[in-house]
Structure formats: structure tokens, C-alpha cells
């Protein structure tokens, strides 16, 4: 019997050692996967930061941009504010001159008349 229990003993250790190992085995593997694991995440979160650094950029660019149009709008703005002011005045001088022409023609043509009638009373 003591042959049976030393090959039942050198059985249970040789699995032992077996379990151990393929212990040892999964542990490292493990480890293997954690550190990739851990990479792959310092990788995302350094995309992550670049993507919202390069999104920033952006928006302080579009936001300078907008300040820029914001301005050019306002310039626009008091331009056609003027041109208006300018259009306005013009209008008003064209009026009256318009009203001096009238003026003027109906004091020919009244002149004029005055002279006909002075003509035909004459004969």
C-alpha cells in the first residue's frame, strides 16, 4: 500500500504543481491584459485630450472670427446709416431744385403768355 500512497502522493503533488502553474500562467497573463488594458486607456485619454484641445482651437478661432463679422456688421451698419443720412439730404436738395424748375418754367411760361396777349392786344 505504501507504493499506492507514495504514486497517489507524487499524483496530488504533480497536480499541485500543475494548478500552481497554470496559476502562475493565468496571473501573468492577467497582468499582460491589465497593462494592455491600461495603454489602451493612456492612449483614449490622450486622443480625448487632443480632440478637446483641437475643439478648443476651434471655437477660439470661430469665436474671433465672430468678433471680427460682429464688427464688420457694425461698420456696415453706420455706412448704409450714412449713405441713408447722405440720400436723404440728396432727396431734399433734388426736391427743391425740382421746385425752383417748376418755378422757374411757369415764370417763362408765364412771361411768355404776357408777352402773346400783350402782342394780340396790340393788332
Known amino acids: 500500500m505504501s507504493t499506492e500512497a507514495g504514486a497517489a502522493g507524487d499524483s496530488l503533488e504533480e497536480r499541485v504543481r500543475e494548478a500552481e502553474r497554470r496559476l502562475e500562467e493565468a496571473a501573468t497573463l492577467a497582468a499582460e491584459a491589465e497593462n494592455r488594458a491600461e495603454e489602451e486607456i493612456k492612449a483614449l485619454e490622450a486622443d480625448l485630450e487632443r ?3 483641437e475643439k478648443e482651437k476651434a471655437l477660439a478661432a470661430a469665436e474671433e472670427r465672430l468678433g471680427e463679422i460682429e464688427a464688420q456688421v ?5 455706412r448704409v446709416e450714412a449713405a441713408e443720412r447722405r440720400a436723404a439730404t440728396a432727396e431734399g436738395t433734388v426736391a427743391d431744385e425740382l421746385a425752383r424748375a417748376r418755378e422757374g418754367a411757369a415764370s417763362w411760361l408765364q412771361g411768355q403768355l404776357d408777352s402773346l396777349r400783350r402782342e394780340a392786344e396790340g393788332r
Open 74 to 78: 457694425e461698420t456696415a451698419e453706420e
Open 51 to 53: 480632440e478637446r484641445e
